[in-house]
């Protein structure tokens, strides 16, 4: 009989480890026939929100944003997406970005289809508008080597202007790969693992995960990660950027 005490789920004051066998569903309006669920989000001390949706034949996700945009990333089946007056079916590994004040709704998926979200507060810099809605997929040739280490590639899903304050990049360790330092700085994470499995040290805590987990990052959370097992790590993350360090 499983012991249904153990779990590799980890929250602590700057960093949180959430694997799937501790999810509990929400309840969001206008989002129907799915499961929600929050993996990330400001009750624990994060300045984003992280979730993962499963939706039936007839789920249906119908809002609008308001004070947070949001990424909308198909992480496994298919479905028809609405946003500024454009239609598509998005499948795996495709997205669609949503930015502030704009209606949006998903419906007609393939049952167990998993959307993942990534939503922050907008924060308008003089000079530069808001950005549009912006619809894409994962591609591995847009994927350039990341610090001159062939076992690391990230593709930037998002355009790096200054409209932007958010950040969703999709980063792959190849059997071997790894950061080449313990990374320290102001920017938050959140991210999923897509694939694989890896090694994860946060704050000098060390953690296993695999495709499925879920990591948060606060600001200045020491952070390094090493790809495990016979294939590809591969995750998707967010991160703030583009906005003065300080409100003072």
């Given at each position: 009989?499983?012991?249904?005490?153990?779990?590799?789920s980890v929250v602590r004051r700057n960093h949180a480890v959430i694997a799937p066998d501790g999810y509990i569903n929400s309840t969001?309006?206008?989002?129907?026939?799915?499961?929600?669920?929050?993996?990330?989000?400001?009750?624990?001390?994060?300045?984003?929100?992280?979730?993962?949706?499963?939706?039936?034949?007839?789920?249906?996700?119908?809002?609008?944003?308001?004070?947070?945009?949001?990424?909308?990333?198909?992480?496994?089946?298919?479905?028809?997406?609405?946003?500024?007056?454009?239609?598509?079916?998005?499948?795996?590994?495709?997205?669609?970005?949503?930015?502030?004040?704009?209606?949006?709704?998903?419906?007609?998926?393939?049952?167990?289809?998993?959307?993942?979200?990534?939503?922050?507060?907008?924060?308008?810099?003089?000079?530069?508008?808001?950005?549009?809605?912006?619809?894409?997929?994962?591609?591995?040739?847009?994927?350039?080597?990341?610090?001159n280490d062939a076992a690391l590639r990230i593709q930037e899903l998002l355009p790096n202007g200054l409209g932007f304050d958010m950040?969703?990049?999709?980063?792959?360790?190849?059997?071997?790969?790894?950061?080449?330092?313990?990374?320290?700085?102001?920017?938050?994470?959140?991210?999923?693992?897509?694939?694989?499995?890896?090694?994860?040290?946060?704050?000098?805590?060390?953690?296993?995960?695999?495709?499925?987990?879920?990591?948060?990052?606060?600001?200045?959370?020491?952070?390094?990660?090493?790809?495990?097992?016979?294939?590809?790590?591969?995750?998707?993350?967010?991160?703030?950027?583009?906005?003065?360090?300080?409100?003072?």
């Amino acid at each position: 009989m499983e012991i249904s005490a153990l779990t590799r789920s980890v929250v602590r004051r700057n960093h949180a480890v959430i694997a799937p066998d501790g999810y509990i569903n929400s309840t969001v309006p206008g989002w129907t026939d799915c499961t929600v669920n929050v993996l990330i989000n400001e009750q624990m001390g994060a300045r984003l929100c992280q979730t993962l949706v499963t939706l039936t034949e007839a789920g249906k996700l119908a809002g609008m944003t308001q004070a947070s945009q949001i990424f909308f990333y198909v992480v496994a089946g298919a479905v028809e997406a609405a946003a500024d007056s454009s239609n598509k079916t998005l499948t795996a590994g495709q997205f669609v970005y949503v930015p502030v004040g704009q209606p949006y709704q998903f419906k007609n998926a393939t049952a167990g289809t998993q959307i993942l979200t990534f939503h922050k507060v907008y924060e308008p810099l003089d000079g530069h508008p808001v950005p549009p809605v912006l619809w894409g997929e994962k591609d591995d040739s847009k994927a350039p080597v990341y610090l001159n280490d062939a076992a690391l590639r990230i593709q930037e899903l998002l355009p790096n202007g200054l409209g932007f304050d958010m950040a969703v990049n999709i980063f792959t360790y190849d059997r071997g790969g790894h950061l080449p330092m313990v990374e320290t700085h102001i920017m938050e994470h959140g991210l999923l693992y897509l694939q694989g499995q890896a090694i994860y040290m946060l704050d000098q805590q060390w953690y296993p995960v695999k495709k499925g987990d879920s990591i948060w990052m606060a600001p200045y959370c020491q952070q390094w990660a090493t790809a495990m097992g016979q294939e590809p790590s591969v995750y998707i993350y967010y991160k703030n950027v583009n906005r003065f360090p300080t409100a003072v």
